[in-house]
């Protein structure tokens, strides 16, 4: 593969042009698509928006299908006809969440309304207003030159507010046809400076719940106690030797994957400067978790973590009950990193629990593999150079976002280098009330989306 | 004091054929008594049944008085005619659970109906039958022979099943008027085979809530895990500074002030034979609590415990959800035994959580001192031989009871003997629907307050 990003850039200047010249359009275009609601935790209207992207792309000349799948269907579109360019695999979801509590929002949650620079609607940064500058982006540069620099998939599922629980059986069953140099997602929010950022990697999960039961019924702890068994004291001792106070986790084999960032992924972090006591002050503590001393960036990117999301057992009312519980429960999850694998660490866990409680019962919830994509993949410089050249502002890299996202569909089951490229305002308000996009982060995102494509356009395959 | 035991006993003879003679007549009083609702939680007919105390012992020809409380009154009957006799103190309460769930019930709560030689009602055996023996031993008696054969003071209070809350007070500002040989308390269901039932002693209770607070609101697990605290992880390593796994309470100076049993208590428990199979049995459980090999009379009398009632903590729904909560707390309650005070013992796992998680808050919420009679106490003998007498069975002698009863007032505020002596059969389901006592333990209990009194009036006060 060559590069030559410095060449002059002649037609990507007319396409910037032409996006300039039509933002009143596209804004007002964006608020006509927002209009349809595609509730998928409802399924409400999921058809209607599937069919209308169908459309769409169609009308760009895409080929394009809309792919049944146990859940609601993907809508695939294909561009392939510059040989010898590379391809690219633009994701995204036209599922939006819910829209409650309704009274919260200053203007109804379907019926898109501009205040002060930004659309407000539910689906505006999450992810309608992102999928739609990517389509945009496609539709400027076939509107000015004819043609599309290079090669593109897109790729639109219709579950991701509910979880894609089947996105990753599609991948797989659809691999063929999915194969590229390269996934792009326009998804998540901005940084709070506005300087825009590149994601390179997602922390993989592992969830799981551990019961104890004891007695077949709760008993009198003044009657009992000392006699009956404690399910609470029971999940107490066995989560004391799952990870000790000092942040250690002490499940045996739990770190044996882990591998260390990379000089390149130390510099990139270095250069985020995230700040502990910016999230000190903003969530009022005293102190970060243990270890105290840990650099926040590590804390998010490099280290797994385990999270009891739930403990719950006996009595939670008001003043005392002298009960001695006979069940109790505890949710965690653990986020994973590079190499761990959410199957193998359910395993250790599992084991653990064997050893040290053989009772208590140990149940899988969840699981997703971590994904990461190297910070020199043959594409990132393209990915980079391209968001420098529609902000005019080099982008901050994040080899990894603490949370998961099914990422590792494109990394682990395709084989290919995936970014993400947000294109929403950090205060997008996602899964929130008064969800919005500024209608100056929207364009960028359409001009993001161009400068994209003619950087890969400017590769030829090796 | 000198008593003779063996002494050919015409008076008491003369008093069970009295009692044998009425037994119907008893029953229907019992069944009039039990008309009369005195819901102290609901604040239902209160005054009413204290009134009709009031007259029943004025009737006997006691000194009666209705004597206010912050809360209900207390019956205070005084019947002292016999110089040189002992004077007893029968406690008990006139106020009953609530009857709900009123479904459940097959008659009416308030409408006490025979069924299969049982009285069933709400306050049946919890107390109001209990102390109504204790009233009709008196009244016999004084029928038979126009006389007591000793000294009686009766209490019956109105909040027992609020928990107390001024009788400690009361007793402390009436102790004069309270002066006393030895406390007799005619409570509580007695043993399974039918065999009579007398404790010397009960668990003293020290409860407390430990409150951990970390961010300023619910985060999201993959977003913050690893960075922000996470305080359900602050209880669960805190408690396990406090107990162990082998079941040994870990806070300095807990066990201090712990007295072992007595050669009398020993012998008194292993004669219980109380069985760890039946326990297991009863409860479905494969082990007891740790450690495992600790006979069941010493884990009830002779440990102090220390029970978690309830822990909860964020999410508990069904699923998962990847929440980092950002409180949670624990209620927690120990039983103690003699000598444990519970303000030190409060004060020590006060002082444990400063040091071992100083940002935990500790809130005291309930703490009863424990109580216990010596097995070689004065009028021991004579308390279990009218037992014998009354029943023809020798009793079972109880040490302490597993459970927490205001017990202390009389043998620590007054210094007086206490003794603990069920009337009720052990399914009389108190604090449940369709509460009964059995006519044959109610007449016995007739019986033993009778034989009572006899065998107090034949010791003359040293």
Redesign the interface.
């Known amino acids: 593969m060559n590069i030559d990003l410095n060449k002059s850039n002649v037609e990507l200047s007319e396409v910037f042009e032409y996006i300039d010249a039509n933002k009143e359009l596209f804004v007002g275009r964006l608020i006509e698509y927002l209009r349809h609601p595609s509730v998928s935790a409802q399924n409400i209207g999921i058809g209607k928006v599937a069919e209308l992207l169908v459309g769409m792309l169609s009308n760009l000349g895409f080929e394009t299908q809309l792919i049944q799948t146990p859940g609601y269907p993907v809508v695939m579109g294909r561009w392939e006809r510059v040989p010898g360019a590379p391809t690219v695999l633009l994701y995204g979801h036209y599922d939006v969440q819910p829209p409650d509590p309704l009274e919260a929002w200053i203007s109804p949650p379907f019926e898109p309304t501009i205040r002060d620079g930004r659309v407000y609607a539910r689906g505006a940064g999450d992810n309608k207003g992102q999928h739609f500058a990517q389509i945009l982006a496609l539709e400027s540069h076939l509107t000015v030159h004819g043609r599309l620099p290079c090669n593109v998939l897109i790729l639109l599922e219709g579950e991701e507010e509910v979880g894609s629980p089947n996105i990753a059986e599609f991948v797989r069953a659809h691999a063929d046809r999915l194969k590229s140099d390269l996934v792009v997602t326009a998804d998540g929010p901005g940084h709070e400076s506005g300087q825009p950022i590149i994601t390179y990697g997602v922390?993989g999960?592992a969830?799981f719940?551990l019961r104890a039961r004891?007695?077949?019924?709760d008993?009198?702890?003044?009657?009992?106690?000392?006699?009956?068994?404690?399910p609470?004291?029971t999940?107490?001792?066995l989560?004391?030797t799952m990870?000790?106070?000092a942040g250690e986790i002490t499940i045996e084999g739990f770190y044996d994957d882990v591998v260390a960032p990379t000089a390149l992924e130390r510099e990139a972090t270095a250069r985020l400067r995230l700040d502990a006591d910016h999230?000190k002050q903003e969530?009022?503590?005293?102190?970060?978790?243990?270890p105290t001393d840990?650099p926040?960036a590590d804390?998010?990117m490099f280290?797994?973590?385990f999270?009891?999301?739930?403990?719950?057992?006996?009595?939670?009312g008001p003043?005392?009950?002298?009960?001695?519980?006979h069940e109790?429960?505890?949710?965690c999850?653990a986020?994973l990193v590079e190499r761990q694998n959410p199957d193998d660490v359910l395993a250790k866990i599992e084991a653990h629990v064997k050893k040290y409680a053989p009772?208590v019962k140990f149940v899988r919830?969840?699981s997703t593999l971590p994904s990461k994509t190297p910070l020199d993949s043959p594409f990132s410089d393209v990915v980079q150079h391209a968001v420098y050249t529609a902000h005019g502002v080099e982008p901050l890299i994040y080899p990894t976002?603490?949370?998961?996202l099914p990422d590792y569909v494109f990394t682990k089951v395709l084989g290919t280098a995936s970014f993400v490229v947000p294109y929403a305002n950090y205060d997008e308000d996602n899964h929130a009330p008064n969800e919005n996009i500024t209608i100056d982060c929207f364009i960028k995102g359409i001009r993001t989306g161009a400068a994209l494509l003619d950087g890969l356009g400017r590769c030829a395959r090796s």
């Open positions: 922390r999960i969830a719940e004891a007695a077949n019924r008993v009198h702890s003044g009657n009992f106690g000392g006699v009956v068994p404690n609470i004291w999940l107490v001792h989560l004391a990870k000790n106070s999230v969530l009022g503590l005293v102190e970060l978790d243990a840990r926040v804390r998010l280290h797994p973590t999270t009891i999301n739930g403990f719950h057992g006996g009595y939670g003043g005392s009950k002298t009960v001695l519980p109790a429960f505890v949710k999850d986020r009772d919830t969840e976002l603490g949370a998961t």
